[in-house]
Structure formats: structure tokens, C-alpha cells
């Protein structure tokens, strides 16, 4: 095909629409891959039985808080990874804070805590099964926002999908929250860190193959 | 090139408000430098015409992630660089793809400058060194003969003969690859 043809052929649609609808889209999807996560959790794995007293709401609005913000760090980085020209170092930095802040909470809490009961508090009782519950249902939430991804133009595919990865893992983090019981910031810091770091890998080693444009 | 992104401007601006022919007269304007731009960077200039049209489908099918708020050029730049490395990756080489000015690729004023460079760079890295140096300094960079002599290691007259030489050395390579 001759090149003014083509010029010809695509000029039939002109415009540039702006990236607000890509934004819009890709909270969509992952919002309504979190609400199946969310429903998964309580309809599967119960809700944890303080949600409506008073302690238990406030550990779980606290921990939602911190992972939510976790999410919202992945929205805003995708957004600049997805798009030519711009620079994510803003939002890489927030992300920065965002894990300093925590490590540093992390540490108050255990400066506090008698050296004896460190271990207990930071393992608390489901410390193996928490990550992967968030993995698992991060890829529920991975999968459609990696979907809309598809819309962006990531330079870097595979650093995309990670930014990608970690709105999922947020995301979904804050739906087990629903369930888990857990209230000490040291295991919120830790395994649910981990978990969501587990389904940022997963998004960079899919948006590495699925994020090519 | 401060035309060509106030033209850039206005042609995005008409084409927000669905002026199809702005549009193709934003592409038509993109074509060449990106031609240019692969050519000079594509080891295989008969592939810059296949990259060019992917650049072109690219900047259409990814338009939504132009912000119209931002500059055009990091955004195209971007794009094309893109491909580029991509174009390698599918050919299995492992190449570095430097990370230039986004303005290299808008400030081709002259479509024709892409191939002319090529060309002349072949020509020129047939010459010696120090002879190449006199000759770009004094031809393409617009210095006299007189200031860019001591700086090749030349005396004022030994320059101009070296000049000489040089023009019709590289007369005789396009005589040759003429053939």
C-alpha cells in the first residue's frame, strides 16, 4: 500500500480524543474486576466478624486506606506509562513515599511492641495464606485492567504492565481486607505488601507479551 | 523549527473538531521526517518506508494517548522510537536505540535531508580523517579555510590543496557509484 493512500485511508477518522475516556476505562475494568474479587471474598472466605463494631471497621477503613492509596500510586503510574512523551517520575516517587511511609510505620509499631511478641505480631495467624489469596484474586482484577491497558502505548510494555499490576494487587488487597481479621501495620506492611508485589510481577510478565502495540 | 509546531497546533486543534483533511495534513506533514528519521537510522533504508507506515497506523490507533494539552513532539518521537526498536526485536538484532531530542524527528525541514545525509556521510567516511574534518568544517560547517586549518593540524595553504583533493576524491566516489 502506497503511503498517501494510507494517509488518505486513516484521515477518514480524524481527531484526538484526549486520554481522560483511557482513564475512565481502565478504572472501570478494574473496579469491576475488584467488585468479583470483593463478592469472591465475603461469599467464599466470609466477612471477618468485627466489620460492623467499631475497632474492626477502623482497622479495616485503615488498612483499605493504605492499600487503596497502593492502587491508586497503579492507576496514576500506568497512565504515564502508557503514554508517549511523558515522564512517571511523579508518580514513582509518590509510590516511593507510599512504601517509605509504611516501612517507617512498620518500624514505630515494632519499636513499641515487647521484643518477645515481635515475631506473633508480624506473623499473626494467617501470614502464609494471605499473599496468595491476594494474588489469586489480583488476577481476577489483572486481567480486565490489562485489558484496557491494551488501549495505552507503553514504551516500556513489561514496566507498564507492572504499574498495572500493582493498581490489580491494590485493588484486590483491599477485598481481602474484608475478610482478613488481620490488624497489626507490620503484617499489612509486610504480606499484604507482598502479596500486591506478587501481582505486580505477574502484570509485568503478562504486560511484557500483552501490552505490545 | 517553531513553523512547524505552531502548524502542528493548528492542524491537531481543526482536527479535534473532526476536520478530516487537517488531519491527513497532519500525517502528510509526519511522513517524510519520519521517513528521514528512519532512513538514517534503519540500517536497511528499504525498510523505512515499512516503518513509516506502521509509525503512521500507530500514531492513528493510539491517538487517544496524545494529550492535546501537552507538546506533540516527545509524543511522536516517542512512538517512532518505539517501532524502531520493535523493527529490531523482530529482526533478532540487538541494537541501542540512542535517546535523542524528541525535536529531531519535527525539525527535518527538509524532506529530502534524510537520504541526502546518508549519501554524503557514505561519501565522506571514504576520505582520511583529517581531510574528512577540514572538509566538513570548512563545507558543511561554514568556517573559513583560514580558521578551521590549525585546528586539522593544517597550514592556510596546505588546507586549500587538502580541500582540493578532498572535492574531487569525492567527486570520483559519486562518479563511481554512479556506474
Not at chain 2, 478530516?20 to 528519521?37: E, I, K, N, T, V
Request: proline share 6%.
Amino acid at each position: 500500500m502506497k503511503t498517501d493512500d494510507l494517509i488518505a485511508a486513516l484521515a477518514l477518522e480524524p481527531g484526538f480524543p484526549g486520554p481522560g475516556r483511557l482513564a475512565g476505562r481502565l478504572v472501570l475494568w478494574s473496579g469491576a474486576g475488584a467488585l468479583v474479587a470483593a463478592v469472591l471474598t465475603v461469599v467464599a472466605m466470609g466477612p471477618r466478624p468485627d466489620l460492623s463494631e467499631g475497632p474492626g471497621l477502623a482497622s479495616f477503613m485503615g488498612k483499605a486506606g493504605f492499600t487503596l492509596t497502593l492502587a491508586a500510586a497503579g492507576l496514576w503510574l500506568t497512565r504515564r506509562l502508557g503514554q508517549p512523551g511523558v515522564s512517571a517520575r511523579r508518580p514513582l516517587l509518590a509510590l516511593i513515599l507510599l512504601i517509605g511511609g509504611g516501612g517507617a510505620a512498620m518500624a514505630v509499631e515494632l519499636a513499641m511492641t515487647p521484643p518477645s511478641a515481635r515475631a506473633a505480631q508480624l506473623m499473626g495467624h494467617s501470614a502464609v495464606s494471605c499473599p496468595l489469596v491476594i494474588l489469586g484474586l489480583g488476577l481476577l482484577v489483572l486481567g480486565p485492567a490489562l485489558a484496557a491497558a491494551r488501549r495505552l502505548a507503553p514504551l516500556r510494555p513489561g514496566a507498564a504492565g507492572a504499574a498495572v499490576g500493582l493498581l490489580a494487587g491494590g485493588l484486590s488487597a483491599t477485598a481481602y481486607g474484608l475478610h482478613c481479621a488481620e490488624s497489626a501495620v507490620s503484617f499489612l506492611v509486610v504480606w499484604y505488601g507482598l502479596g500486591v508485589l506478587a501481582t505486580a510481577v505477574m502484570g509485568a510478565a503478562l504486560g511484557a507479551r500483552f501490552l505490545r502495540w | 523549527m517553531e513553523d512547524i509546531d505552531l502548524q502542528i497546533q493548528s492542524l491537531i486543534a481543526r482536527s479535534l473538531r473532526g476536520d478530516g483533511a487537517a488531519y491527513g495534513q497532519l500525517l502528510s506533514l509526519l511522513a517524510p521526517r519520519l521517513r528521514a528519521y528512519f532512513i538514517r537510522r534503519s540500517p536497511d533504508p528499504s525498510d523505512a518506508e515499512d516503518l513509516v507506515q506502521e509509525t503512521l497506523i500507530a500514531i492513528h490507533t493510539k491517538r487517544a494517548t496524545y494529550d492535546p494539552a501537552l507538546p506533540f513532539a516527545p509524543w511522536v518521537y516517542g512512538i517512532a522510537r518505539y517501532k524502531l526498536i520493535d523493527h529490531f526485536r523482530r529482526r533478532g538484532v540487538r541494537r541501542h536505540v540512542p535517546l535523542e531530542e524528541a525535536g529531531v524527528l519535527l525539525d527535518q525541514a527538509d524532506t529530502e535531508v534524510g537520504a541526502t545525509r546518508v549519501d554524503l556521510q557514505r561519501l565522506l567516511s571514504r576520505l582520511p580523517a583529517r581531510q574528512r574534518g577540514l572538509l566538513e568544517d570548512v563545507r558543511l560547517r561554514g568556517m573559513t579555510i583560514a580558521e578551521a586549518a590549525p585546528l586539522h593540524g593544517y597550514s592556510e595553504g596546505a588546507a586549500k590543496v587538502a580541500l582540493h583533493r578532498s572535492m574531487k576524491s569525492l567527486s570520483a566516489s559519486v562518479a563511481a557509484d554512479e556506474d
